[in-house]
């Protein structure tokens, strides 16, 4: 069975600072990893995600993430946070094949601060 | 744009009430979710649909049922309402492993 880490539940960052949110997961197969954002009041929306390929993702908003399968470990970066970065952001792992669930894990609350 | 609609943002019910929360898709998804919400916990799939009239349980489905008669619309049913089901609740719908498209929530409090 797959499982996911955010050790972090809250990360306070000033403007303009750069920040990381942490992910570790846990699987004995092929996965697929995700990060989403959720901001006050709203859904969840993609940021990025990791199918296959270049281990560097970029995704929207300024934010990538490198996935490191010897550390298992799929880590959200971004070089200079905004006040609007300011979200709840949600790591998230699939198997990658023979579902189509996702198993997410507890969640950062990312806090920009002015 | 995918658009997953869910038709009440906010809702209140008494303990005992049968809750009905509908999610409706207009991308033609084969693929629908429930999840709920809890702040620590994150997001728990509830239960989840392949096909019309297909389920299954996810990890945490006691107390709760789900409907599928049409391919956009994904119902979760509460039977009988209990305080521990108080609670954000996501619908999502995906065509694959890619991505999932999630609507606006409902916030549902069981007084």
């Known amino acids: 069975a797959q499982s996911v880490t955010q050790l972090d539940s809250q990360v306070p960052v000033f403007e303009e600072a750069p920040v990381e949110l942490r992910c570790n997961y846990s699987?004995?197969?092929?996965?697929?990893l995700f990060w989403y954002v959720q901001y006050p009041n709203q859904g969840l929306q993609l940021l990025l995600k990791y199918l296959s390929g270049s281990t560097l993702v970029k995704g929207i908003n300024g934010f990538e993430a490198e996935f490191n399968k010897s550390q298992t470990s799929f880590h959200l970066r971004k070089p200079s946070v905004h006040i609007s970065d300011t979200a709840e952001y949600f790591c998230?792992?699939?198997?990658?094949?023979?579902?189509?669930?996702?198993?997410f894990g507890t969640g950062t609350r990312l806090k920009v601060l002015a | 744009d995918v658009k997953v609609t869910q038709s009440s943002r906010y809702l209140v019910k008494r303990t005992g009430e049968k809750v009905f929360l509908e999610c409706v898709q207009d991308m033609d998804h084969e693929n629908m979710f429930w999840y709920r919400q809890d702040p620590g916990l994150g997001l728990r799939l509830i239960y989840f649909s392949y096909d019309v009239k297909m389920k299954e349980k996810g990890d945490i489905p006691e107390g709760y049922s789900v409907s599928r008669e049409k391919k956009e619309r994904f119902s979760l049913i509460l039977e009988s309402a209990s305080t521990n089901q108080t609670s954000m609740y996501l619908c999502?719908?995906?065509?694959?492993?890619?991505?999932?498209?999630f609507g606006p929530g409902t916030r549902l409090t069981v007084l």
């Open positions: 699987s004995s197969v092929s996965v697929y």
């Open positions: 998230a792992v699939s198997k990658a094949s023979g579902t189509y669930k996702y198993i």
């Open positions: 999502a719908s995906s065509w694959n492993q890619n991505e999932q498209f």
